[in-house]
């Protein structure tokens, strides 16, 4: 059983024992149509770094938020036709990874003030952009990578993996990065859609506990707080 325990990115909650029974069942789920007024939020003036965090004392690994992701960002099309709200978790921006013991930790993009996914990009900036192939977007302050410009090289997702959570994952056909965040134009749906509260939108913090820890370093010390062993038997 886990217990309570601050080692988390947010505050302090006690996990629900029982909703380890609440699961997705097969790799398609329909939602209702999600509404984002990203141009709103992109008006707003803000201009503070906005992250999608997690309470792993909440967390579930339901994976209603790859669900959710994968319905807004890479819905299913057929024929040329987006379905609206139809998405495969296998393409979800987030992913959550099981642990033995029984840790679910969900990972997605800090979204870093120094970037060193874009800093490592050998293409040059754009002369009228200033931009990389692979930069932030101004709109939305999430990282975008620009596929015309791109050269497939995987540097930027060597420097995720090296240096923050190894999030960016190459195309295994093109090289070319994929599942950054994009925040849903600042409307996370994962956010939205975790039934148990699990994930929320907030301010990027570099001093919060885990911030840009891999998985696996947040598994480890997760099930050293919870079980009280040393022993860590990875992902299921």
């Known amino acids: 059983m886990k217990g309570t ?3 988390h990115e947010g505050t302090s909650f006690t996990r629900r024992d029982f909703i380890k029974s609440v699961g997705i069942g097969g790799g398609l789920v329909l939602f209702g149509q ?3 007024n990203a141009a709103a939020w992109a008006l707003s003036g803000d201009p503070v770094l906005k992250m999608v965090l997690v309470d792993y004392t909440k967390c579930t690994g339901c994976r209603t938020c790859e669900t959710a992701c994968s319905a807004r960002n890479r819905p299913v099309s057929i024929n040329g036709r987006d379905l609206p709200g139809l998405g495969n978790p296998r393409f979800a921006n987030i992913r959550v990874h099981s642990f033995n013991p029984d840790v679910d930790v969900p990972n997605v993009c800090a979204m870093c003030a120094d970037t060193p ?3 490592t990009c050998p293409v040059k900036p754009d002369p009228k952009t200033g931009r ?3 930069y932030r977007d101004q709109a939305t302050h999430a990282i975008t990578n620009d596929p015309g410009r791109c050269l497939g090289c995987r540097s930027c ?6 240096q923050r959570r190894g999030v960016i994952t190459p195309n295994p056909t093109t090289g070319k990065p994929e599942r950054m965040c994009t925040l849903c134009g600042g409307d996370p749906q994962c956010v939205k ?3 148990f509260g699990a994930l929320s939108y907030v301010e990027v913090r570099r001093d919060r506990k885990f911030y840009g820890l891999g998985p696996e370093k947040i598994a480890a010390e997760l099930a050293k707080g919870w079980y009280g062993t040393a022993e860590f038997g990875g992902m299921k």
């Open 117 to 119: 996914c874009v800093n």
């Open 157 to 162: 997702a060597k420097a995720c993996a090296a």
């Open 34 to 36: 999600f509404g984002v």
């Open 132 to 134: 990389r192939a692979l």
């Open 193 to 195: 859609r975790c039934p």
């Open 5 to 7: 325990d601050s080692s």
